[in-house]
Every structure is written in C-alpha cells, then in structure tokens.
C-alpha cells in the first residue's frame, strides 16, 4: 500500500475528522452561494421591517415593492449583492387593491396606508423569517449566511498571510543560522510574549477598524507558530543528503527551500493552518464583539453576537444562540479536522521511514 493510499485510509477511520470536514464543506458552499440563497439581497444584507422586530423563526411576512423586485442585474452582483435595493413595505397579507393604476395597502401593525406605482403582480411576495429576524427586523438567515462568508474570509486571509510571513522568516533562521536566525528568533520571542488577542487588539487600534485591517490584524497575530515550526524543521532537514546534494550541484538558496524541502513540511503546515483557521474564526468573532472587527452593517458572526446578545434574557434567545452555535461548530470543526490530519500525516511518516 502506497503512503498515499495509507494516508487516505487512516484519514477516513477518523470518523469526527471526516464528519467535521463534511460541517466545513456545507458551511462553505453556503457562504459561497450568498446572496443567491438569502431573500435580503442588499450588500449590507441591511432590510430593516421593525414591525416584525425579533420575530420568531418560520415568521411569514408579505412585502409590496416599489417597483417589481429583480434578484440580480449582473453576474458580479450575485456574489456582492445589490448595492441599491428596491424599497419594500410590509403589509397586511390581504390588503393589497389596486385603485388607479397604484397599489394600496394597510402597512403591518398599523392602520397606516402605503400606495405605489402599479406595474404587475410580482410587486407582492410572501416570504418567511426561517430564523426570525433581528431587533431591527432585518432576516436572521440572510445576516446569517453573510457573516459565516465574512468570518471563513477572515480565518482565509489570516491564514495564508501567516504562511507567507511565517514561511519567508522562518525558512530563512532556519537555513541560514547565524545572526539571522537569532535576529528572528529574538523576533519571534518578542512577539510570542504578547497574548494574542492583546496582540491583534493593538494593531487594530493603530491601522483603525475595518474588515481589512481584520484581515491583517489576525494574520500577523498567527505567523509566529508557523515560523517555529518552518524554522526547527528546517534546521532538522538541512543536512539530509538530497539538501547536501543541490548545494554542490550549485543550486540557490531559495531553489533549495522552496523546492527540495519545503514539499516535507506541507504535512505539519496543513495541520497548523487548520488549527489556525479555527482560531482566525474564534479571534475575529471576539474583535467584533469588541466593536474592533467588521463594522456595522456589515455582519458577521461575532458581530451577529454583539448585536443580539441583549435578548438572551428576553423571549428570542435563538438570535443569539444561533451565531454563538455556528461559530462554536465551526472551530470544533477546524480543530478536529486538524487532528485527524495529524493522525493520518503520522501513520503516513512512520511508514516512510
């Protein structure tokens, strides 16, 4: 049996890593089809309906819209949704006439009415609240969905930030030695010594809020294990024969790296990247509920958290539970994915040897 056959195998008798890649793969083709799956597709996935404030889950709602609704004018907006919705008022399921050429309507808890342009009967749609909505009566699942996409961009992003800057810093200490690597090493105890959430809250005080410097807050808080890791391998696999042998043939430094030692290290790199994800996903959600991450409107799911959690002592506990749950899976997704991983990266370097 080959080492990757044998890998395979031990991966897939590792039935919560298998179960949890399954969790990762679902939420991600949500995230993915966005605003293609969500009735509120406005960019900021920002429809408000404060009669139907904290509704509960399943809550029917009919809208009568200003002009008939149109789900998407191009192609790029159906991944970045419409930037200018069509206005809609929520009325009384049965109160819709038309009385020349105009719609009217009792709006919904109220004796108030509403009159639009009459232009066809696609004007009226009955939807539902399949997660209630909020305490401004914007859709739980369309925030929902919007956020698990802004949350798995961050643990994204943040991760492959960290490789490149763990991978360059620590290839380098680890090849090189001598007063580079203690120059690096010196660096990577200072930042080691700084909690990492204090970390991440320093510098996205100093570049100002924003889902971008999210991206790069997260991200520099996570190279110093790839670092450690690249480097001691490194130091380890630097005097193999193969490496010895690309130094005489007068190949480069960069060549000998990237090419012939590296490919040994994707194994304890894919393992700490899915480590890392999950902590990306837990760091960004604390930020935002700090105020420091995504900013409103935008959701995501730690900012899902912040905003709902006053109604944990009130009747609509599922708007905060909701977003805690996913993002409680998520990182126990991550995690056990990551040790399955490992489990199968071992068996897979026993048998090598």
């Not at 429809?47 to 399943?58: E, I, R, V, Y």
């Not at 149109?70 to 949704?81: E, L, P």
């Not at 009967?121 to 956020?147: A, K, P």
């Not at 700490?272 to 935002?288: M, Q, T």
Request: with cysteine; aromatic share 10%; proline share 6%.
């Amino acid at each position: 049996m080959t080492p990757r056959q044998l890998f395979w195998k031990r991966f897939l008798s590792h039935r919560p890593a298998v179960f949890s890649l399954g969790i990762i793969l679902l939420f991600t083709l949500t995230a993915f089809l966005g605003y293609l799956i969500i009735p509120d597709t406005s960019t900021t996935v920002n429809q408000q309906c404060l009669p139907l404030t904290a509704a509960k889950m399943g809550q029917p709602v009919t809208y009568l819209y200003e002009s008939p609704p149109q789900r998407f004018q191009s192609w790029s907006q159906a991944f970045t949704g419409n930037p200018s919705p069509v206005i809609r008022h929520a009325i009384e399921p049965t109160s819709a006439v038309v009385k020349q050429q105009r719609w009217e309507a009792t709006m919904l808890g109220t004796d108030r009415k509403v009159s639009v342009p009459y232009v066809n009967e696609n004007q009226i749609q009955r939807t539902h609240y399949f997660l209630g909505s909020d305490g401004f009566g914007r859709d739980l699942w369309s925030r929902m969905v919007i956020g698990l996409r802004v949350s798995l961009s961050v643990g994204l992003v943040a991760v492959f930030i960290s490789l490149l800057v763990g991978i360059v810093l620590g290839s380098m200490a680890g090849y090189f030695g001598g007063w580079i690597d203690t120059l690096i090493l010196w660096l990577i105890q200072v930042f080691w010594s700084i909690p990492g959430l204090l970390l991440v809250m320093a510098i996205s005080i100093g570049l100002g809020k924003g889902i971008q410097t999210v991206f790069l807050a997260v991200g520099l808080g996570m190279w110093v294990e790839v670092a450690r890791v690249v480097r001691a391998e490194i130091r380890s696999l630097k005097e193999r024969e193969y490496v010895l042998a690309a130094k005489l043939m007068g190949f480069s430094a960069p060549r000998i790296i990237f090419v012939h030692i590296m490919p040994a290290l994707w194994g304890p790199l894919i393992i700490l990247s899915s480590a890392n994800f999950a902590n990306a996903i837990l760091v960004e959600s604390g930020l935002s509920f700090l105020g420091l991450g995504v900013q409103p409107p935008m959701p995501s799911l730690g900012s899902l958290i912040r905003e709902n959690y006053p109604y944990l002592m009130l009747d609509a506990l599922h708007l905060l539970a909701i977003p805690a749950t996913v993002v409680v899976v998520l990182v126990m997704a991550f995690n056990w994915l990551g040790n399955g991983l490992n489990d199968a990266f071992r068996v897979k370097q026993s048998n090598q040897r």
